[in-house]
C-alpha cells in the first residue's frame, strides 16, 4: 500500500497511522466532554528560592481525571489540543482554577504566584488580556500573582502579534516567563522586545548539567545572560539535590523540579507546604550542605 505523505513524496501505508486518527477523533470528542463534565483538573508543582528553599509559588499543570482511562498527564492531551480550538478553552478553565487558588492561598496568609502555560491560538487572541485582568478583578488577585509562560516556538509562530499581546498582559501587571528556554527558535533580539520577567531553562541542559560540561556551560551561559537582561532565571526538572546545589553557585534564582516535590492536586499540595515549610526544606537545605 502507498499514500501520499505530508512532504509531498510517497510514504508506505501504515495501518497503525489509521488507528491512530480513529483514537486521536475519540479523544478530541471525550476532550469534549471532559470540559463539560469538570473531569479536567490542576495540580500544582512548587517553584522555590534557590537559596532558602522557600516556596516563591506553583506551576499550574493540567490533569484530565478520564473515565476510563485514569489520571492523564499534560503530554497525553495538551498537544492534541493543541491542534485544535479546544486548547483555548481549556487554557481559560485552567486560568480559572489557578487564580481561584492563588486566592484561597491569600486568604490562608500565603503570598504565593500561580504560573500558567499558554498556547499559540492565545497568544494571537486580542482578547486575551481582557479576560485575564476580568479574572483577576473578580478573584479579587494582584496581577504580579500571576506568571504566564510561553515557549520561544509559541512566540516566533506569529510574534507580531504576540509581541503586541504580551506587551498588553504585562502592561496589565501580569508576569510573563519563557518557558522550556533553549529548545526553541528565538533570537536575542526578539527576547529583548518582548520585555519578559522570567527565563525558565528547558530541564534538558538542567538534567544533563552534573555529567555534561557542554549543559553546564549552557546553563551557567543562560543565567548570566537572563541578569544581564534583568529576568528572573528559573531552572526547571531540578531532580537532584547535586543539581540544586549546584544551581545556587551558579546564581540561579528559582528552582523548581521533582527534588522538591511532583505536582500535586490542590489539596495535596496544602498538606505538603505544612510540611514543607515546618521542616522540610532545613531538612533539604541542610542536605544540600553534604553534595
Ligand atoms: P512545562 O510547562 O515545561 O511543564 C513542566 C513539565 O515538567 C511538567 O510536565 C512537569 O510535571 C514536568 N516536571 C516537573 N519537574 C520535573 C523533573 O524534575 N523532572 C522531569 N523529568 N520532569 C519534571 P506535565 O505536567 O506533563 O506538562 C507537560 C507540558 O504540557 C508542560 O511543560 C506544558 O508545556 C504543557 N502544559 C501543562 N499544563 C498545561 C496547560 O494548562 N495549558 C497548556 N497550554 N499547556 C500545558
Ligand atoms: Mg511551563
Ligand atoms: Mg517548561
Ligand atoms: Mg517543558
Sequence with gaps: YLAKGNGG??????????????????????????????????????????????????????????????????????????STELITQLTLVVLEQAVAQARVWLDQGR????????????????????????LLRRHRVPPALLTLEVTENTVMTDPHRAVAVLAMLRAAGVRIAIDDYGTGYSSLAYLKRLSVDELKIDRSFIIGMTSDDNDQIIVRSTIDLGHNLGLQVVAEGVEDAASWRHLQV?????????????????????????????????????DLATV
Design 111 to 134: 503570598r504565593l504566584g500561580v504560573a500558567v502555560n499558554l498556547s499559540v491560538r492565545h497568544l494571537a487572541d486580542v482578547r486575551l488580556p481582557e479576560q485575564v485582568d476580568a
Design 250 to 286: 551558579l546564581g540561579c534564582d528559582v528552582i523548581q523540579g521533582f527534588t522538591v516535590q511532583a505536582p500535586l492536586a490542590a489539596d495535596e499540595f496544602d498538606t505538603w507546604i505544612t510540611a514543607w515549610e515546618a521542616n522540610g526544606r532545613l531538612d533539604a537545605i541542610g
Design 9 to 82: 513524496g510517497v510514504a508506505v501505508y501504515d495501518p497503525t497511522k489509521d488507528e491512530n486518527t480513529t483514537e486521536r477523533l475519540l479523544l478530541l470528542t471525550q476532550l469534549h466532554d471532559a470540559l463539560a463534565r469538570d473531569q479536567l483538573t490542576v495540580y500544582y508543582q512548587p517553584k522555590c528560592d534557590v537559596r532558602s528553599g522557600r516556596v516563591v509559588g506553583a506551576e499550574a499543570l493540567v490533569r484530565w481525571r478520564h473515565p476510563s482511562r485514569g489520571l492523564l498527564g499534560a503530554d497525553q492531551f495538551i498537544p492534541l489540543a493543541e
